[in-house]
């Protein structure tokens, strides 16, 4: 399998514009996280999914940010309008089901997203 | 809440032996697991421990003391490519079991 894969790779967009990111889990994973990596508060998660129904969104730092999953292939990280203080790395992983997925994320190789 | 404590960085020499410290405070406490992190990469899975004692896997071993609410990663035989950052992740009853919050990292610097 071609591991985790999240594009696009780089963004750099302007303040008030909407910004997506996408994400494809490795196939057979039941669970895909969404992440948000910056130097001051580290490793957040943002939003989770099971079988592709979201089951936590408590990480969501406010109304403009919002995923879906429409497919087990699939999910997309929405911000609408960014703030340049959304310039951080997201990060989507996906794990299997059973014991292992709880502790057990592989990781795609992250989008850097600079909001100017 | 969760809480967990690591040191923010570690430096050592090639060819020793370190030890990277994790201490939590959670609750339903349920496993810790460590992940490597390179400089703009990914973070990628380690070890994983639920009960008390050593795990080994090849150069790297954690273990766990849930009396203490303390575990460890220890590296031996140190090479320049295990310079990055590593960081502990709780799973626990706050998290639903189903995710894992991590703590701040640590930077390992390997020098020559």
């Given at each position: 399998?071609?591991?985790?894969?999240?594009?696009?790779?780089?963004?750099?967009?302007?303040?008030?514009?909407?910004?997506?990111?996408?994400?494809?889990?490795?196939?057979?994973?039941?669970?895909?996280?969404?992440?948000?990596?910056?130097?001051?508060?580290?490793?957040?998660?943002?939003?989770?999914?099971?079988?592709?129904?979201?089951?936590?969104?408590?990480?969501?730092?406010?109304?403009?940010?919002?995923?879906?999953?429409?497919?087990?292939?699939?999910?997309?990280?929405?911000?609408?309008?960014?703030?340049?203080?959304?310039?951080?790395?997201?990060?989507?992983?996906?794990?299997?089901?059973?014991?292992?997925?709880?502790?057990?994320?592989?990781?795609?190789?992250?989008?850097?997203?600079?909001?100017? | 809440?969760?809480?967990?404590?690591?040191?923010?960085?570690?430096?050592?020499?090639?060819?020793?032996?370190?030890?990277?410290?994790?201490?939590?405070?959670?609750?339903?406490?349920?496993?810790?697991?460590?992940?490597?992190?390179?400089?703009?990469g990914a973070p990628t899975?380690?070890?994983?421990?639920?009960?008390?004692?050593?795990?080994?896997?090849?150069?790297?071993?954690?273990?766990?003391?849930?009396?203490?609410?303390?575990?460890?990663?220890?590296?031996?035989?140190?090479?320049?490519?295990?310079?990055?950052?590593?960081?502990?992740?709780?799973?626990?009853?706050?998290?639903?079991?189903?995710?894992?919050?991590f703590g701040k990292g640590?930077?390992?610097?390997?020098?020559?």
């Amino acid at each position: 399998d071609a591991g985790v894969i999240q594009s696009p790779r780089h963004e750099v967009t302007e303040m008030g514009q909407e910004v997506t990111l996408r994400c494809k889990p490795i196939s057979g994973h039941d669970y895909l996280f969404w992440y948000r990596q910056t130097m001051m508060r580290g490793l957040e998660l943002l939003i989770y999914f099971n079988n592709n129904v979201p089951i936590d969104d408590s990480g969501m730092p406010e109304d403009r940010f919002s995923a879906k999953m429409p497919n087990a292939s699939f999910s997309t990280l929405k911000i609408q309008p960014s703030e340049p203080r959304d310039s951080a790395v997201y990060f989507c992983a996906s794990s299997p089901g059973g014991q292992a997925g709880s502790y057990e994320q592989y990781f795609g190789p992250g989008t850097r997203l600079t909001v100017t | 809440g969760q809480s967990l404590e690591q040191p923010s960085e570690v430096t050592a020499v090639e060819g020793a032996i370190v030890q990277i410290n994790c201490t939590y405070q959670t609750s339903g406490f349920y496993g810790l697991s460590w992940y490597q992190q390179h400089d703009g990469g990914a973070p990628t899975f380690l070890s994983y421990n639920a009960l008390d004692g050593l795990e080994e896997t090849g150069r790297f071993s954690s273990f766990l003391s849930r009396s203490d609410s303390y575990g460890y990663l220890l590296l031996q035989e140190l090479q320049m490519k295990d310079s990055a950052s590593y960081f502990c992740a709780v799973r626990d009853l706050d998290s639903g079991y189903s995710t894992l919050t991590f703590g701040k990292g640590t930077m390992l610097l390997v020098s020559p």
